[in-house]
């Protein structure tokens, strides 16, 4: 098993930034994804970005030019760089770990970003 611990969230404003931080410890496995997947009150739960062990990345749309998602395969660690931020990012965030052959997924318990207008 993997526990995933995550840090960083709060409250900002518009045009303001944060970073969050996530840790994985237990039975890491070398090749697998992580990343963020956020879930705004009352929809979906969506990726956000996400980085594979090799270095591939993937963005949402939505983020694209404002959001980077980077890791330290040494320390099992990602973190999520959300520059300027906006309303609509308002959302809990979550942490995800996946290894290709195994389900499920293994997630974070979630840090709140709220960004106020």
């Known amino acids: 098993q993997v526990q995933l611990v995550e840090s960083g969230g709060g409250l900002v404003q518009s045009g303001e930034s944060l970073r969050l931080s996530c840790a994985a410890s237990?039975?890491?496995?070398?090749?697998?994804?992580m990343g963020w997947y956020r879930q705004a009150a009352g929809k979906q739960r969506e990726l956000v970005a996400s980085?594979?062990?090799?270095?591939?990345?993937n963005y949402a749309d939505s983020v694209k030019g404002r959001f980077t998602i980077s890791r330290d395969n040494a320390k099992n660690t990602v973190a999520l760089q959300m520059n300027s931020l906006k309303p609509e990012d308002t959302a809990v965030y979550y942490c995800?770990?996946?290894?290709?052959?195994?389900?499920?997924?293994?997630w974070g318990q979630g840090t709140q970003v709220t960004v106020s207008s």
């Open positions: 237990g039975n890491i496995v070398s090749i697998n994804t």
């Open positions: 980085k594979t062990s090799g270095g591939s990345t």
């Open positions: 995800n770990f996946k290894i290709p052959w195994r389900t499920p997924d293994y």
